[in-house]
T-cell receptor
Framework: DAGVTQSPTHLIKTRGQQVTLRCSPKSGHDTVSWYQQALGQGPQFIFQYYEEEERQRGNFPDRFSGHQFPNYSSELNVNALLLGDSALYLC????????????FGPGTRLTVT | EDQVTQSPEALRLQEGESSSLNCSYT??????LFWYRQDPGKGPEFLFTLYSAGEEKEKERLKATLTKKESFLHITAPKPEDSATYLCAVQAAGGSEKLVFGKGMKLTVNP
């Protein structure tokens, strides 16, 4: 059973550019959440997608946007990159329907120079 | 605002030296408290969910307990492979599924 997968593994971008990160949830899961983890910190919630809609959003600016596809996979887009956006971006999936554990992927390490 | 505080921030143990990690939380109605293990440069690995005060869960050398304000992760006779960062997170009741994490506790177990 494949777990949560994310691509790419690493990414280096320049300030002001745009980036798209991808996530495939664990088999049988229909809910995808995105988190940002700065070095030495715990993950911070960005937003959650369910049934192709953004269900909840954390305290992140509109430069952060996302999408969920009919097969439940998801994308995270970040526009106008800032140096402070450098972090590990984590995708987590959950089966929904009363089960609350979230299972994380390996993450995408984004470096903004 | 929901908040999670973990202590200590870092802990060094000798192999076989048991200890406990603390996670204190404030949340507007707890749906669940979650423990994760994270190795450097990797995503968090799910360990336990605790739902109500008094609940306990065990997995190998790890045991998690929950009170109304705190959770403890007890590590019995740790081995070097237990070295990792341990994250605690809470999920509030009432429709939201977001996890609010603490900063984590870096555990190093020396042989």
């Amino acid at each position: 059973d494949a777990g949560v997968t994310q691509s790419p593994t690493h990414l280096i971008k320049t300030r002001g550019q745009q980036v798209t990160l991808r996530c495939s949830p664990k088999s049988g899961h229909d809910t995808v959440s995105w988190y940002q983890q700065a070095l030495g910190q715990g993950p911070q919630f960005i937003f959650q997608y369910y049934e192709e809609e953004e269900r909840q959003r954390g305290n992140f600016p509109d430069r952060f946007s996302g999408h969920q596809f009919p097969n439940y996979s998801s994308e995270l887009n970040v526009n106008a990159l800032l140096l402070g956006d450098s972090a590990l971006y984590l995708c987590a999936s959950s089966p929904g329907a009363g089960t609350y554990e979230q299972y994380f992927g390996p993450g995408t390490r984004l470096t903004v120079t | 605002e929901d908040q999670v505080t973990q202590s200590p921030e870092a802990l060094r143990l000798q192999e076989g030296e048991s200890s406990s990690l603390n996670c204190s939380y404030t949340v507007s109605g707890l749906r669940g408290l979650f423990w994760y293990r994270q190795d450097p440069g990797k995503g968090p690995e799910f360990l336990f969910t605790l739902y109500s005060a008094g609940e306990e869960k065990e997995k190998e050398r790890l045991k998690a307990t929950l009170t109304k304000k705190e959770s403890f992760l007890h590590i019995t006779a740790p081995k070097p492979e237990d070295s990792a960062t341990y994250l605690c997170a809470v999920q509030a009741a009432g429709g939201s599924e977001k996890l609010v994490f603490g900063k984590g506790m870096k555990l190093t177990v020396n042989p």
